[in-house]
DNA sequence: ACTATCGGGACATCCCGTTTCT
DNA sequence: AGAAACGGGATGTCCCGATAGT
């Protein structure tokens, strides 16, 4: 999907027309340069916000990194998030939340049970921290763990992401009726994934995410055959 | 045990009177005060680094922080950690993975099989969470989380500190003999509570800890007669 | 007439809704809500301008301010006054010490003596002193003092305004024949009110203002009838 | 006394060594250069502090051009003044004043009589002014009047200022028994000093000074002959 | 006459690591 | 082993002025 570029490369290869050190983009991320020079200023700071997020945490993340990557100056972050670093924050974690949902939303549709669909969710999640050399987790849970009690704004974002997900995966465990609480299975699934998901990126190798999703939708596909 | 909630006092004393600045503690932390000026300064700095890793992170904390909290002097801090920050952060995780590596050795050996000392570990997570206001969650997940690549000893610490936790989770999964994969399972156990941790820190509630501890384990206790 | 407490709310509210932030009108001002909303945008501008200068001076006050507590924009400030804020300020500090001169001219042109309207005089700026919780003093002498050198336009804007004053001042002190030397004694009365306005500010009392005019005015009534 | 250098010549002669622009010291300042750098840092950060304020007050001055003119580094300042700016205007407000406070004394101990010492001590705040291009009033009143409500230590440490210098005049004025009220005088001889520099330095002429000096001993002399 | 953006520099503060001296 | 002081770069925020589009 993109590659890694060296991990935040302090040193500059000098080109020629650059006065100042341009940071090299450290993690190319998601969305990718192409793309990104098209978006309008705000939608560009939301979007290397959220990626960055997901690398690096909230503390972990500067303004300056963030503006760098998205080629926007100060004036115009403040001009559209008058709340600062915080309320940048918020918005990307609400958006990235909202692709993911999306995405939970289109495989738990398009899979014949919820077990596939769980499958194909880890894959998707193994892959993309595979391709960015085990750095991209889950943005939520980065941003969540150092973002400290001084930002609840943070943690109800995250909060509110993890409840909307939680939601899908219940409906859709639900109606296969493959246990008798989905609301306690929507919740080891999301956990079991979110966990992995950093087990694998300590151990850099993927293999927690797929062991995890395979250990719990083997017990499923029982009793109901779905639709 | 103790609350938590000045937020990082931004605010100075700032009476003229008053040459240095008091820190509030904003995170008293499991090592608590009585027991922390008994120790020697090395200990005391180890033990005030886990203690706020596991609440902001890497990125999250300051050396500063670490300083004040611990009553020590810089000069001190680089005579005993030459590597500044990282190698502290380093032992600091060496540290408290040993300390949970010890409680569920030990929770694994009084009691009656996996299924019991898996939800007295979940339950002793879920305590030290509330009780910290849903600040302390997973040391190692919140450290390597914010760490950035350029950090990769703290990366090494973490996965230390879960390949001896995995191994004792599996050893006592694989003597009750209750799955047939007890590697895998151990990756469930232990990313499950991981992820419930996140979850639980978000939603400001321990329920999904304890909910996921009972989905895994009510599976168990089928098979084996233990010891 | 109103009370001022909130500190420049270093603060925003932060909740992610909010896109603007709203800035706490920390100095309500001589020139209250209700009747500002009447004024058009140039003497709107103009009003909060001076009220600002009054409490913080030149550097103190910052243009962002002056557009949020008079509700206007960035474009239509520099429209009415393309020299930015040295020139809005003159122009507010021109316009405030028309307001004093006309105050001036009212108290001696009521006033049965000299004596009596400097009195009545003091006891104004005495009063817009304890109202505004200390904060409001002379616009001149504030605004003059943080200007800096490069800002000479204002300099000259407040000499103009002293001058005015001085003149009104000699005239009456000539007129009722008070003193050998008019033009000295109007020199002192304004001396000594602005210097006591100061320490009144300083000691949060106004009892110098009182004091300053009392003993001035107490070596006047000898020689002349007045009129 | 001193040269004034251009008023912050925002362009640099271009200097074959200096690599970055270093802030040509727009106000050279009482305490000069030659005594300043052999000063231990703490001192030298209070020296200049002390008269940038008296010329820029307290929102005009910067604590970069602080840094740059005390040739301190920022850590430093941190280190002796960890409560910032608002700390170091405090202790050089507190400095500044003490040294006014010896100045009174002294010219106080070897006057014939208080008005002989009054009209010196004019005579000494005239030539301060004058020899600085009119720039350096009261750097108590110059502090005062842009420190705001959220800096109340500055506006405490100008009182205490205030309050010693009253009582200096004070005890002089009663000891000479020139008069009923000796402390409404010492109030009115300081107010009235104050308001002339104010008035001096806006209309860039020592006269007020000396017209306030005179218009109030002149009143003197008659009743005690002093010692 | 006004809105919505942008640009980039300056602000006060805090960062982490070093050095010197005891 | 540790106290005191320093260096200089990075942090998040705010500043003032400009501009492009009505």
């Given at each position: 999907m993109f590659a890694m570029a060296a991990p935040k490369s302090t040193e500059q290869t000098t080109s020629p027309e650059s006065e100042r050190p341009i940071r090299t983009p450290s993690v190319s991320a998601q969305t990718d340069r192409s793309m990104l020079d098209r978006l309008p200023t705000r939608e560009r700071l939301v979007a290397v916000t959220a990626d960055l997020l997901q690398v690096r945490g909230y503390a972990?993340?500067?303004?300056?990194?963030?503006?760098?990557?998205?080629?926007?100056?100060?004036g115009s972050m403040y001009f559209h998030f008058p709340g600062g670093k915080e309320q940048l924050a918020v918005e990307a974690l609400g958006d990235r939340s909202t692709q993911i949902a999306r995405l939970i939303e289109h495989l738990m549709s398009t899979s014949p049970d919820a077990a596939t669909a769980v499958a194909a969710f880890a894959a998707v999640?193994?892959?993309?921290?595979?391709d960015s050399d085990f750095q991209r987790g889950c943005a939520l849970a980065t941003a969540l763990l150092d973002a400290g009690p001084e930002h609840d704004t943070v943690r109800t974002a995250v909060r509110t992401g993890y409840d909307r997900w939680?939601?899908?995966l219940e409906r859709r465990i639900a109606h296969d009726d493959v246990v008798d609480d989905p609301a306690a299975e929507a919740v080891l699934v999301l956990?079991?994934?979110?966990?992995?998901?950093?087990?694998a990126r300590a151990?850099?190798?993927p293999q927690p995410i797929h062991s995890v999703s395979r250990s719990i939708t083997s017990r499923w596909r029982r009793r109901a055959p779905s639709e």
């Open positions: 972990g993340v500067g303004v300056t990194e963030i503006l760098d990557l998205s080629r926007s100056a100060k999640l193994a892959s993309r921290l595979e939680l939601e899908l956990s079991a994934l979110e966990g992995a998901l950093i087990l151990q850099r190798d």
